[in-house]
């Protein structure tokens, strides 16, 4: 089924689209630069942009590390990047009640991987009506998103996205399956890759998450190349202070040369 995510179709048989952005809201000028940096890409790509940030990033390894503003602040901030920018716009929800919320703001509510499972969180995303992207979790199959995806169907919602993000291969290690694509790819559900939470390695610095983002580039082609509707990749101008992911997050720099060349290879794929 194809829908769309404010102007940016998604399906089986739409155009390659980047959901991309900073981990976490930093600030307001910040999301306002990296959005218009993305929207001079996708321009200059022919690609559409999906902008996503997170107001809270509730499951960071440590108690002491930085979350985000904030649901208040950070959906006013969201709506400022919409109103500047006219890219559309998305967010993690990480409670039911946080859903309709955020549904007034955004244009598609993302279920983070741990919380995919949460079937009262999943329904409430549903019920808004938005687009509902969910994150694949580390620790299943990807066989077991069907459950996810009735639990959305059966709310009344048939605008799913599912987005694959590495599995759980021992500890403080992801490893990238790219025959998942195509598993749930038969759930009718358009499929995302996300190139840089793939080169996570979860926990590895103790406090914090581990990661190697010179390899995102290289999952995201291969990503396109095993099928993927779409790319999910995390961005900033300064990746080193970013104040979440900074060890896997990807510099902006090296966003429109790595679409010049998935989108060949989508074109390539598909024919």
Partial sequence: MNFKIGGVEIGLEAPLFVMAGPCVIESKACCLDIAGKLLAIGRRT???????????????????????????????ILAAVRQDTGLPVMTDVHEPAQA??????????????????????????????????????????????QNVVEKIRASGNEKIALTERGTFFGYNRLVSDMTAIEIMKRLGCPVIFDATHSTQQPGGLGDASAGRREMAPILAKAAVAAGADGLFIEVHTDPEKSKSDAACIMPLDWLEELLTVCKRIFSAVRG
């Fill in 46 to 76: 022919d690609t559409p942009i999906i902008f996503k940030a997170s107001f809270d990033k509730a499951n960071r390894s440590s108690l002491h590390s930085f979350r985000g503003p904030g649901i208040d602040k950070g959906l006013e």
């Fill in 100 to 145: 309709a919320l955020a549904a007034e703001v955004v244009d598609c509510l993302q279920v983070p991987a741990f919380l995919c499972r949460q079937t009262d969180l999943l329904c409430a995303c549903a019920r808004t009506g938005k687009p509902v992207n969910v994150k694949k979790g580390q620790f299943l199959s990807p066989v077991e998103m």
